[in-house]
């Protein structure tokens, strides 16, 4: 019912830069928080960066200052600019959000994306 589609995944040296896109679709009443979770082989998922409703982000310290999420709410997007990208950022990035849909429109359910992967060669 609800369904979360990422977007703009690559191969891209190292120093570059890369924007991906997440797009929120279905019978969405409400979206809460937004973020972006990343996976390397041989490692455990993490958080990379979150975004509240009104704006307000966090970021994991190895991509503070090189990352920023931000999202459009009238689009139900949620966006991550990845710059001076380094080869340990390569990793497969997924999008979650916290939604809510109708009927239930005060029930928020956490919704992920298939995830994209991004390769930053050295």
């Known amino acids: 019912q609800v369904q979360l589609v990422e977007s703009g995944g690559g191969v891209v040296q190292a120093g570059g830069s890369l924007r991906l896109s997440c797009a929120a679709s279905?019978?969405?009443?409400?979206?809460?928080?937004m973020a972006w979770d990343r996976q390397a082989p041989g490692k455990q998922r993490e958080l990379v960066a979150e975004?509240?409703?009104?704006?307000?982000?966090n970021y994991v310290d190895f991509v503070m200052d090189r990352f920023t999420i931000s999202r459009d709410n009238a689009k139900n997007t949620v966006y991550l600019q990845m710059s001076s990208l380094k080869p340990e950022d390569t990793a497969v990035y997924y999008c979650?959000?916290?939604?809510?849909?109708?009927?239930?429109?005060?029930?928020?359910?956490?919704?992920w994306g298939q995830g994209t992967q991004v390769t930053v060669s050295s």
């Open positions: 279905g019978t969405i009443f409400s979206i809460n928080a």
């Open positions: 975004i509240s409703s009104g704006g307000t982000t």
């Open positions: 979650n959000a916290e939604i809510s849909a109708y009927p239930f429109i005060r029930t928020y359910r956490p919704y």
